[in-house]
């Protein structure tokens, strides 16, 4: 190391060369306080003042108790009339991918058959969806829809039709986003696995509604969403 430069700036220097050549990835845990002190010859304050530094420039995310990692890219998710996955994600240059958790008919629960405009208890169609970009888990959502309305959407969807395709199937050939509701919460040991996030990391959920041409409610969507990786944004 150079002796003229202050030790805590030439560890920052050093990890963000590392990190600006892909050595350290985002998302990727640093080695700990005393493994950095011990590899440049300093005290763990040295290393704790080059760790903030690191932080307030946005390149490496603290995390109380578990210790420091590379600042992970974040996706802006924006929330404007027509709402798709697959652009969303292509906007950011990624690559959309994801798979199908579950899909099945179930008993509609009171906050979902008020949103579908059913009755507690009508059947839907619920599929749940875990989205990546780029191979990592962006968005876990749950999709639901009036079995009355779409008797043949299940069919489609399980022929492995996309949600827009399936629902032109049975007639809706455009929706849009009648409605968002945004949230915050902690996530279960189910999301923290399935997201791969620690369970300290609060999810972004967001409720909508898709409407048809007619303005009847076409689909009622439960989106979360990891923090550290997306950021929600509202358009006029």
């Not at 985002?26 to 530094?53: C, D, I, K, M, W």
């Not at 008020?114 to 009508?122: F, N, T």
């Not at 050939?173 to 609060?202: C, F, G, H, W």
Request: glycine share 8%; proline share 6%; charged share 20%.
């Amino acid at each position: 190391m150079t002796d003229g430069l202050a030790r805590w700036r030439q560890i920052r220097t050093a990890l963000e060369q590392e990190i600006g050549a892909g050595t350290l990835l985002p998302g990727a845990r640093l080695p700990s306080e005393a493994q950095l002190a011990a590899r440049f010859a300093v005290n763990r304050h040295t290393v704790r003042r080059a760790l903030e530094e690191l932080s307030r420039a946005g390149l490496v995310r603290i995390a109380q108790g578990r210790g420091s990692f590379v600042a992970e890219d974040v996706l802006a998710y924006t929330v404007a009339s027509r709402t798709r996955f697959s652009e969303w994600i292509q906007r950011h240059n990624k690559e959309p991918s994801g798979e199908t958790l579950s899909l099945e008919t179930l008993p509609a629960e009171p906050a979902v058959a008020a949103a579908l405009q059913i009755a507690p208890g009508d059947a839907v169609v619920v599929m749940e969806r875990l989205g990546r970009a780029d191979g990592r888990p962006v968005s876990l959502g749950a999709h639901h829809f009036s079995a009355a309305r779409f008797p043949q959407l299940l069919a489609h969807l399980q022929a492995g039709a996309g949600i827009s395709a399936a629902l032109a199937q049975a007639g809706v050939k455009d929706y849009v986003r009648q409605s968002t509701r945004v949230t915050a919460a902690m996530p279960s040991a189910r999301e923290s696995a399935l997201l791969e996030i620690p369970r300290n990391a609060p999810l972004l959920v967001a409720e909508h509604i898709n409407v048809d041409d007619r303005g009847a409610v076409v689909e009622f969507g439960l989106g979360r969403y990891p923090t550290p990786r997306v950021q929600i944004v509202f358009e006029p």
